[in-house]
C-alpha cells in the first residue's frame, strides 16, 4: 500500500466500540484508515477498540455520538476533523434492535418510533451534513465513500420485529437516494446487509439461530463474524469499486439466495 495514500485515509465509524462496529474499525485500520469511533459511551469496550486500532499502526480516536441526538452532529463531525482530519468515509453502523421481539400485532408506536429515531432518522441527517462538507471541499484525488450498514431485514420479513426490518428497509433507499445526489461528485454510497453475524444484539436468540443455522439456514452454514462484515467495509471505502454506487452489499453467507 502507499504510505502517502494510506495517510490520507480517515474514516469515522458509528456505534463503533464493539461487535460488528468494531470489526469494521479493525478492517479499516487494516486497510490504512485512521479511525474515530462514536458511541454512547467512553467504557472498557472503547479501549479495546482504540487500542485494536493503534496496534495495526493507526491513529485512533472516540467520540460521544448520539446519532438520534440531530443537535449534535456538526460539533460530533468538527470534533472527528479536529482529531483527525478531512474525513474521506462515513460509516452509519450504529443502531440497535426492537427492545423485545414478539407478535407484529402488538409492536408499538414508541418502539416504531425509536427504531426509526436512531436506525434512519439519525443516519440520514448525519450522512447529510457528511456529504456537505464533501462537495464543499476542493476535489483532491482521494476517494470519498459513505457506507451505510443495514440488515439481511431489509429483505427478510421477521415479524417478531417489524420495526427493526422497517426501519433497516428504510436505509435500503437512503442508500439509493444519496448515491444518486452524490454520484456527479464521484462520491460512493453503498449499503452492507449483515446476515447471522455473532454480537451482542444477536446473543439474545443464539440458541435459535444455533439450530438454524445447522439446519440449512444459509448455504455457508456458520455464523458471521464481525470481521466479515469488515472485510467488506474497509474494501467499498478504498475505492476498490470506484465505478460503482447505491449497491447493496450481503454479507450473508448466501441467506439472501432463494432457494426451491
Not at 476533523?81 to 474521506?88: C, D, M, Q, R, Y
Not at 432518522?121 to 450522512?127: A, W, Y
Request: charged fraction near 25%; aromatic fraction near 6%; hydrophobic fraction near 40%.
Amino acid at each position: 500500500m502507499n504510505a502517502n495514500i494510506a495517510a490520507d485515509r480517515r474514516a469515522f465509524v458509528t456505534g463503533g466500540k464493539r461487535g460488528i462496529g468494531q470489526g469494521i474499525a479493525f478492517a479499516m485500520a487494516d486497510s490504512g484508515f485512521d479511525v474515530m469511533i462514536g458511541d454512547l459511551n467512553n467504557d472498557s469496550d472503547v479501549e479495546e477498540t482504540l487500542k485494536g486500532i493503534r496496534q495495526r499502526g493507526r491513529r485512533a480516536d472516540f467520540v460521544h455520538c448520539d446519532v438520534a441526538d440531530l443537535s449534535s452532529h456538526e460539533a460530533v463531525i468538527d470534533r472527528v476533523e479536529k482529531a483527525l482530519g478531512p474525513l474521506t468515509c462515513l460509516v452509519n453502523n450504529a443502531g440497535i434492535s426492537v427492545a423485545k421481539r414478539g407478535d407484529l400485532l402488538e409492536a408499538t408506536p414508541d418502539s416504531f418510533d425509536e427504531l426509526f429515531r436512531v436506525n434512519l432518522r439519525g443516519p440520514f441527517f448525519l450522512t447529510q451534513k457528511v456529504a456537505k462538507r464533501f462537495l464543499e471541499r476542493a476535489n483532491d484525488g482521494q476517494y470519498r465513500c459513505i457506507v451505510n450498514i443495514s440488515s439481511a431485514n431489509a429483505y427478510a420479513a421477521s415479524p417478531n420485529r417489524a420495526e427493526y426490518c422497517l426501519s433497516k428497509t428504510a436505509v435500503s433507499m437512503a442508500t439509493k437516494l444519496f448515491a444518486t445526489r452524490l454520484g456527479e461528485a464521484g462520491i460512493g454510497v453503498f449499503e452492507i446487509r449483515p446476515g447471522v453475524i455473532r454480537t451482542n444484539m444477536t446473543a439474545v436468540a443464539a440458541a435459535d439461530y444455533d439450530k438454524r443455522i445447522a439446519a440449512g439456514l444459509s448455504p455457508m452454514p456458520r455464523w458471521g463474524e464481525p470481521q466479515d462484515v469488515g472485510r467488506a467495509a474497509s474494501a467499498l471505502a478504498s475505492g476498490a469499486f470506484g465505478f460503482s454506487t447505491g449497491d447493496a452489499i450481503n454479507v450473508d453467507g448466501g441467506l439472501h439466495i432463494t432457494r426451491l
